[in-house]
């Protein structure tokens, strides 16, 4: 079975052999008669224009006469074998820019200083939002020591009073009558006393009894006791012990009560006017002295601790284009407020120049113990990307641009919280010209 099987094939085959073997040679054929056509015109084309070179080629040896024929075959196999990447040919490798290294020459490294990063002495420096604000122990609020009417308006906003100065005037019918109250006492307080002397000049010559006399001298007590309570009322509804003894003599009754200045100050609020009717729970008068102000403030509870009484702090003010007035802290609380997680302080700020009004806003620099930190130059530090970076020095003037985590400037320096490592050399000053170089080397510019 085999035998059959293989003669069919060897009967197949056969003719597709001859067919090549005839392709073949009518292929040679055909570039034999190429390459003639070719060596012909190529030929003709030397003797016109360089017949001294076919002179040379004729006087050649045989071997390379036969061989020339074969050049342009060569050239043309070996450029196919090129496109195809037969030699295996390998591009050369690029440099590619490390967008975080700049290269810096001699113009540029003349502009950078170099220092190390170092753990130094740093004052952190506290900066919360605050306000100027009245200074309560030279601040008063004024109201009236009895239900009246206003009758007379002798102090306006903005004016300067001294302490007794008569700011309104009052007219009380209850002064009115805490006035008779005082004569009746005073009356009452007089004729008992005289009964009780005359009770003991009568007990010596045994006209009355004992128990006579202890009566009238207990009568005598009682009205006394009642003469000071009516004095002392007087006096709450803001009459002058000067005045209380004038009516004492004279018996005249005086309706009109006399608001006046319980501190020297500036009259900052006044709530009443002509005719209105008062009660001794209202606040007519606010009275400040502004030569003594407070300045207040919320610091967060992690910053607290930095703070102390007796503090140094500068105030800025936005107002007065940001200018600084020195203060001290007076008062630090103890207790956190819970729904702000904020301390209140309070600084006291001598206001002689009048330069501040309360109600200002301001900023408190408050600078806290010095601590060790790992601190920079401020000006090393550069902002790009939302993010700090430093500039390390490495080796052959190349510097490059590190991440770093920072804390708020402080007299020059910067904290270090993260980054970079004591020790290492960075450009502390000229940053700002290594990232310019660094972006014109990136976008393809100078190297």
């Known amino acids: 079975m085999k035998l059959p099987l293989l003669q069919s094939l060897r009967d197949k085959v056969v003719p597709i052999k001859d067919w090549a073997i005839k392709q073949s040679g009518q292929a040679i054929d055909v570039a034999k008669e190429f390459q003639e056509t070719i060596n012909k015109t190529t030929r003709e084309l030397a003797n016109k224009k360089a017949p001294k070179l076919v002179e040379v080629f004729d006087k050649s040896p045989a071997a390379v006469q036969s061989a020339t024929p074969l050049l342009p075959w060569v050239i043309l196999f070996v450029f ?40 130094r002495p740093f004052i952190e420096v506290v ?12 601040l008063a609020r004024i109201g009236a020591n009895v239900t009246g009417r206003v009758t007379e308006m002798l102090a306006l906003p ?67 006791a009642e003469l000071r309570a009516s004095q002392d009322q007087l006096l709450v509804q803001g009459m002058t012990r000067k005045s209380i003894d004038r009516l004492a003599q004279t018996g005249v009754i005086e309706s009109i009560n006399p608001v006046t200045a319980t501190i020297p100050g500036e009259v900052v609020e006044r709530q009443i006017n002509r005719g209105q009717v008062v009660q001794p729970s209202d606040a007519l008068f606010t009275i400040a002295n502004l030569d003594h102000l407070w300045a207040i403030a919320n610091i967060p509870e992690t910053n607290a601790p930095l703070i102390k009484k007796g503090q140094k702090l500068q105030i800025q003010i936005v107002a007065l284009n940001n200018a600084i007035i020195d203060g001290e802290v007076s008062f630090v609380s103890s207790i956190v407020n819970p729904e702000t997680r904020t301390v209140k302080m309070r600084a006291e700020v001598n206001n002689k120049d009048r330069r501040l009004r309360p109600g200002m806003l301001a900023t408190m620099l408050i600078e806290s113990e ?5 601190t920079v130059p401020a000006e ?9 970076h430093l500039f390390v020095r490495g080796e052959d003037n190349v510097f490059k641009m590190v991440t770093v985590k920072t804390g708020p400037e402080s007299k020059g320096l910067r904290p270090i919280y993260s980054g970079i490592e004591a020790g290492q050399k960075i450009a502390t000053k000229g940053a700002y010209h290594l990232n310019t170089e660094r972006k014109k080397q990136l976008s393809g510019g100078s190297k």
């Open 80 to 119: 196919i074998l090129y496109i195809f990447d037969v030699f295996d040919h390998k591009p050369s490798p690029v440099r590619i820019q490390d967008p975080e290294v700049v290269y810096v020459n001699e113009d540029i490294l003349n502009m950078v200083e170099i220092g190390e990063v170092a753990v």
């Open 370 to 374: 010095p601590v060790p930190a790992l």
């Open 158 to 224: 903005g004016q300067v009073v001294k302490e007794g100065d008569l700011l309104a005037k009052i007219t009380s019918t209850e002064l009115t009558q805490s006035q008779l109250a005082y004569i009746k006492a005073r009356n009452t307080s007089d004729l008992a006393n005289r009964a009780a002397e005359r009770a003991k000049i009568l007990y010596k010559e045994d006209v009355i009894a004992l128990a006579e006399l202890q009566r009238r001298e207990s009568e005598a007590a009682n009205a006394r």
């Open 380 to 388: 090393a530090v550069v902002r790009d990307g939302n993010y700090d």
């Open 127 to 138: 900066r919360v939002s605050g306000r100027v604000d009245f200074h309560e122990s030279h």
